[in-house]
């Protein structure tokens, strides 16, 4: 292991960047707009009927309230909309960029949500299910000795999403997950009492199973069940460390219960590098399941072989299945090695894997210190999570389309409760995340973003917009009576056209360049001691990638931001699609291939790019000329209005 990096904590870090505020406050906004009793009407429903209450007393306690109509909440996957809205949540409260308005309201919502869900599992002591907690259980409506959960269903390998179970460890993923970040970040005690009660009866569950019916529980999917045990599990181990009561037994039981979702037999798989062995696989159900082995080497470091099951995986999705945007898949799945042009459809790129692999990006550097990992974050972040927003409405997508000529189709507030509405409540929340890292006497810029870093000895603030200059002003200032004990590391992104300039305070920089591929620039600490203003020049350019099997289909990138063309409005339809989902309907273009009239050929083209995609000045805008088209091209993340087409064939 290289480093170990830590995120720096998220109350630490304030983004100031107009946009990236903007779609903070609108994504808050929308989640204060929802109610909470329907949101949490199935998990009371579950525990009325636990509890053998009649309906008139059933009625009191879901306060009058059904569950939400549409998108998924109506169905039994009910309840996984609140995970995702609890970390979300939990994520706002620890967000210094709210407003003090907005921080209590975010902090009442989260209590109340997290007190309602403590009565429901009071409500299941003394019982068989004591500590459960669910948000769409009992399909049968009828409470006996011998009531079918989902969980039962699963168990005996019947899976149907209309009558007998759909994924109810899924959903379980998302509860468990959002009580541990109330813990965390929000730092709600209601919300670890909630998380232990609830890890006992999965643990307690779990130990009752026959390998074989272990290996039938794996077959459905499962989420990240062994991720947000591994979590619960650490988080218990350093309460244990300062004195806590939970008893080793029953850490123990918790580490167990992870390891029970530990898919052993396809992490192997993974790592033989097998050709095409993802072909056909459920990318978001596959996807939860290698940060859950990375999740165990972070429980336990002498399990090295599961970091290695996670970097196998992760290099085999990015190198073989990954668009431009940091986004995979079409309709959900991964296609064979390298077939990427060949899918490119109107249901590519589902925003929740996006979401998982950032995730997984960030979490992968913090224990290997391996660049590579924040490239993909940078990239990711910019060009497929904020492209994921519609910034007026603050809804976000399903997926993204990789074939030229169609739109995003976004959720809609109370209608849509998809998985990837639940991630998106998350994303807009914490963009502040992977900005910065720290480890022992180092501090990392990993992300030059504008955004203000405080910590107990100095403050650290961005002053930068890469869409409007190549300058990033990095302002740092020791607090009263201290010095800055940190070496400072910037990370050199991959798109620069050369090397970074640095000056501290108008003069040039003595700076060391760390690692042999010259991945960090490093100002030690002596010359920064007592702060000063650094700027730092990033040479941006024009460049563009391919794909492995469309050798003439390109995208074009100027700096960290992809472009895509402007595409109008007139096709902007949509249709069904899956369970639920919408999808655009039509194309703007019959064909995304443009033939060139200037340029001797396509290599000439590409080599003098900035002669023929011409940069207006002063706007991120490129007039694309030498060619057939009369194109328009602009910065992707912010296309929300239009068609778009970011592959053109030449």
Same mark, same amino acid.
């Given at each position: 292991?290289?480093?170990?990096?830590?995120?720096?904590?998220?109350?630490?870090?304030?983004?100031?960047?107009?946009?990236?505020?903007?779609?903070?406050?609108?994504?808050?906004?929308?989640?204060?707009?929802?109610?909470?009793?329907?949101?949490?009407?199935?998990?009371?429903?579950?525990?009325?009927?636990?509890?053998?209450?009649?309906?008139?007393?059933?009625?009191?306690?879901?306060?009058?309230?059904?569950?939400?109509?549409?998108?998924?909440?109506?169905?039994?996957?009910?309840?996984?909309?609140?995970?995702?809205?609890?970390?979300?949540?939990?994520?706002?409260?620890?967000?210094?960029?709210?407003?003090?308005?907005?921080?209590?309201?975010?902090?009442?919502?989260?209590?109340?949500?997290?007190?309602?869900?403590?009565?429901?599992?009071?409500?299941?002591?003394?019982?068989?299910?004591?500590?459960?907690?669910?948000?769409?259980?009992?399909?049968?409506?009828?409470?006996?000795?011998?009531?079918?959960?989902?969980?039962?269903?699963?168990?005996?390998?019947?899976?149907?999403?209309?009558?007998?179970?759909?994924?109810?460890?899924?959903?379980?993923?998302?509860?468990?997950?959002?009580?541990?970040?109330?813990?965390? =970040?929000?730092?709600?005690?209601?919300?670890?009492?909630?998380?232990?009660?609830?890890?006992?009866?999965?643990?307690?569950?779990?130990?009752?199973?026959?390998?074989?019916?272990?290996?039938?529980?794996?077959?459905?999917?499962?989420?990240?069940?062994?991720?947000?045990?591994?979590?619960?599990?650490?988080?218990?181990?350093?309460?244990?460390?300062?004195?806590?009561?939970?008893?080793?037994?029953?850490?123990?039981?918790?580490?167990?219960?992870?390891?029970?979702?530990?898919?052993?037999?396809?992490?192997?798989?993974?790592?033989?590098?097998?050709?095409?062995?993802?072909?056909?696989?459920?990318?978001?159900?596959?996807?939860?399941?290698?940060?859950?082995?990375?999740?165990?080497?972070?429980?336990?470091?002498?399990?090295?072989?599961?970091?290695?099951?996670?970097?196998?995986?992760?290099?085999?999705?990015?190198?073989?299945?990954?668009?431009?945007?940091?986004?995979?898949?079409?309709?959900?799945?991964?296609?064979?090695?390298?077939?990427?042009?060949?899918?490119?459809?109107?249901?590519?790129?589902?925003?929740?894997?996006?979401?998982?692999?950032?995730?997984?990006?960030?979490?992968?550097?913090?224990?290997?210190?391996?660049?590579?990992?924040?490239?993909?974050?940078?990239?990711?972040?910019?060009?497929?999570?904020?492209?994921?927003?519609?910034?007026?409405?603050?809804?976000?997508?399903?997926?993204?389309?990789?074939?030229?000529?169609?739109?995003?189709?976004?959720?809609?507030?109370?209608?849509?409760?998809?998985?990837?509405?639940?991630?998106?409540?998350?994303?807009?929340?914490?963009?502040?995340?992977?900005?910065?890292?720290?480890?022992?006497?180092?501090?990392?810029?990993?992300?030059?973003?504008?955004?203000?870093?405080?910590?107990?000895?100095?403050?650290?603030?961005?002053?930068?917009?890469?869409?409007?200059?190549?300058?990033?002003?990095?302002?740092?200032?020791?607090?009263?009576?201290?010095?800055?004990?940190?070496?400072?590391?910037?990370?050199?992104?991959?798109?620069?056209?050369?090397?970074?300039?640095?000056?501290?305070?108008?003069?040039?920089?003595?700076?060391?360049?760390?690692?042999?591929?010259?991945?960090?620039?490093?100002?030690?600490?002596? =010359?920064?001691?007592?702060?000063?203003?650094?700027?730092?020049?990033?040479?941006?350019?024009?460049?563009?990638?391919?794909?492995?099997?469309?050798?003439?289909?390109?995208?074009?990138?100027?700096?960290?931001?992809?472009?895509?063309?402007?595409?109008?409005?007139?096709?902007?339809?949509?249709?069904?699609?899956?369970?639920?989902?919408?999808?655009?309907?039509?194309?703007?273009?019959?064909?995304?291939?443009?033939?060139?009239?200037?340029?001797?050929?396509?290599?000439?083209?590409?080599?003098?790019?900035?002669?023929?995609?011409?940069?207006?000045?002063?706007?991120?805008?490129?007039?694309?000329?030498?060619?057939?088209?009369?194109?328009?091209?602009?910065?992707?993340?912010?296309?929300?209005?239009?068609?778009?087409?970011?592959?053109?064939?030449?």
């Amino acid at each position: 292991m290289k480093n170990t990096w830590t995120l720096v904590e998220h109350r630490a870090v304030k983004v100031t960047d107009k946009y990236y505020d903007e779609a903070l406050h609108i994504d808050v906004k929308n989640m204060l707009t929802l109610d909470a009793d329907r949101l949490l009407a199935g998990f009371r429903e579950t525990a009325a009927i636990i509890a053998g209450m009649d309906d008139e007393a059933k009625k009191k306690l879901m306060k009058g309230k059904e569950r939400y109509g549409g998108g998924w909440e109506n169905s039994l996957i009910g309840g996984h909309t609140l995970g995702h809205y609890i970390t979300a949540l939990a994520q706002a409260v620890g967000n210094p960029g709210l407003t003090e308005a907005e921080k209590k309201d975010v902090d009442a919502r989260l209590d109340y949500i997290l007190d309602a869900l403590m009565e429901c599992q009071k409500l299941t002591e003394g019982s068989q299910y004591e500590g459960y907690i669910f948000g769409s259980d009992f399909p049968t409506k009828e409470f006996s000795d011998n009531v079918l959960l989902q969980f039962d269903n699963v168990e005996k390998g019947l899976s149907d999403l209309f009558t007998q179970a759909w994924v109810p460890w899924y959903t379980m993923h998302k509860i468990l997950t959002g009580l541990n970040a109330a813990f965390i =970040i929000a730092r709600k005690e209601t919300a670890l009492k909630l998380a232990n009660n609830l890890g006992h009866w999965i643990a307690k569950r779990t130990e009752g199973w026959s390998e074989e019916t272990n290996k039938t529980v794996l077959s459905i999917e499962y989420g990240g069940m062994n991720d947000c045990l591994y979590e619960l599990f650490v988080i218990n181990r350093e309460l244990k460390e300062k004195g806590s009561a939970l008893a080793i037994e029953d850490l123990k039981r918790i580490f167990d219960a992870a390891h029970r979702f530990d898919e052993t037999e396809l992490f192997e798989k993974i790592l033989s590098g097998k050709e095409n062995v993802l072909d056909n696989t459920h990318a978001n159900t596959t996807i939860p399941k290698f940060i859950g082995a990375l999740a165990r080497y972070e429980a336990d470091t002498s399990q090295a072989k599961y970091l290695e099951y996670a970097e196998s995986f992760f290099d085999m999705v990015v190198s073989k299945h990954t668009y431009v945007t940091g986004g995979n898949s079409e309709n959900e799945h991964f296609g064979k090695d390298y077939v990427l042009d060949a899918e490119r459809t109107h249901v590519n790129n589902e925003t929740c894997n996006t979401y998982n692999m950032l995730k997984f990006a960030r979490r992968l550097f913090a224990v290997t210190g391996k660049k590579k990992y924040l490239d993909y974050s940078e990239r990711t972040l910019i060009n497929a999570i904020m492209a994921s927003q519609n910034h007026e409405t603050g809804f976000t997508t399903y997926f993204q389309p990789m074939a030229t000529g169609y739109h995003k189709v976004f959720n809609t507030l109370d209608g849509n409760f998809w998985c990837c509405t639940g991630t998106g409540y998350e994303n807009f929340t914490k963009l502040q995340r992977g900005i910065y890292y720290r480890a022992a006497g180092k501090m990392l810029v990993s992300i030059y973003l504008a955004s203000e870093l405080t910590t107990d000895d100095y403050k650290l603030i961005q002053e930068c917009g890469l869409t409007k200059s190549e300058q990033v002003k990095i302002i740092i200032t020791p607090n009263q009576g201290k010095n800055i004990e940190d070496d400072l590391w910037l990370r050199i992104p991959e798109w620069v056209a050369d090397m970074p300039r640095i000056t501290l305070n108008g003069k040039d920089v003595d700076a060391g360049v760390h690692q042999e591929e010259k991945d960090f620039i490093v100002i030690s600490k002596e =010359i920064l001691s007592s702060g000063g203003e650094l700027v730092l020049e990033l040479p941006m350019g024009l460049h563009y990638e391919n794909l492995p099997d469309g050798k003439t289909t390109y995208a074009f990138l100027y700096g960290p931001y992809l472009l895509s063309a402007r595409l109008g409005t007139a096709k902007m339809k949509t249709k069904s699609h899956g369970v639920q989902v919408s999808v655009p309907a039509e194309r703007a273009v019959e064909s995304d291939e443009i033939k060139l009239t200037d340029a001797g050929s396509v290599d000439d083209f590409l080599s003098n790019i900035e002669r023929y995609l011409v940069k207006r000045q002063d706007e991120m805008e490129f007039d694309l000329k030498g060619t057939d088209h009369n194109l328009v091209f602009t910065t992707h993340y912010n296309q929300y209005r239009e068609c778009y087409g970011i592959y053109w064939k030449f």
